[in-house]
């Protein structure tokens, strides 16, 4: 299974030429799972519909910002349920579109049934605070959720957050927040261990701010079961959209892919 996620960047910039580099990746990538960040969504365009085409099944956040940007997730099986958590956990999150969308979908086997979040926090670097809120709200729905149906959890999404960030540190399990744990494993440090898994850089021309603090701020990740272990084994995950294409950028975030198999059984 073919796990993908993306910040689109919207329409900005220029639309056309990155619209076509972004439908011939997508295209070779063929992903299954598909969370796309800053996508947008009005009454006359769907950008998910028009990049993946539509063999697909699709899930939008409904509280978007004004221009339609938002979340979204796609899917090539059916997407059973969906539920959109508001992550508007003070004040200063009050103009921003945070939210967590979770598909639940019936994979078919060997993989079976998961769920498949896609988890936008609070973009600005002062907000930590507020991400840590944000991440346990989710968390206690996921939580939930398996809890009363035992499956599958992938996490992806453009966190806004470095791996040693308290957000990031919850997701993996190294700390508590807020009177609970979880262990997610991380898809890049699961096959790259101490390689930088750098998404957002000033390389990239699209990057219009000349010294953003963080850099590895858009991740995929897998919940732990009983014995420690994703229930979901990473074979591979890689970087895409890290370079141009005939001097063109798809987006001013690099974007993610993961394999995933059923879990690897010791002999």
Not at 36 to 44: D, N, S, V
Request: charged share 25%; with cysteine; net charge negative.
């Amino acid at each position: 299974m073919r796990v993908l996620t993306h910040n689109l960047w919207g329409c900005r910039g220029v639309w056309p030429e990155r619209r076509a580099v972004l439908v011939d990746g997508l295209g070779e990538l063929r992903p299954d799972l598909v969370a796309f960040q800053e996508a947008i969504i009005t009454a006359e365009y769907d950008q998910v519909r028009d990049l993946l085409g539509g063999d697909v099944h699709v899930a939008h956040q409904a509280q978007r910002e004004p221009d339609g940007q938002g979340i979204s997730i796609a899917c090539r099986w059916p997407i059973r349920a969906v539920h959109e958590i508001d992550l508007h956990v003070t004040p200063r999150t009050a103009d921003f579109a945070c939210a967590a969308l979770i598909a639940e979908i019936d994979a078919p086997e060997p993989i079976g049934p998961l769920l498949f979040v896609n988890h936008l926090p609070n973009w600005q670097p002062s907000f930590e605070y507020e991400r840590e809120l944000q991440t346990v709200v989710a968390a206690r729905h996921i939580e939930a959720m398996v809890s009363a149906t035992p499956r599958h959890v992938i996490l992806a999404g453009d966190l806004y957050a470095e791996p040693d960030a308290a957000s990031i540190r919850f997701w993996r399990g190294r700390q508590s927040l807020g009177g609970m744990s979880v262990c997610y494993r991380d898809a890049w440090e699961s096959v790259h261990r101490d390689e930088p898994g750098e998404t957002f850089v000033l390389t990239n021309p699209l990057v219009s701010d000349w010294d953003w603090p963080f850099r590895h701020i858009d991740h995929i990740l897998v919940r732990c079961g009983d014995h420690g272990g994703p229930t979901l084994a990473i074979e591979r995950c890689d970087l895409i959209f890290n370079v141009a294409v005939g001097g063109v950028w798809a987006s001013d975030h690099f974007g993610l892919v993961a394999d995933l198999v059923p879990p690897r059984t010791r002999r």
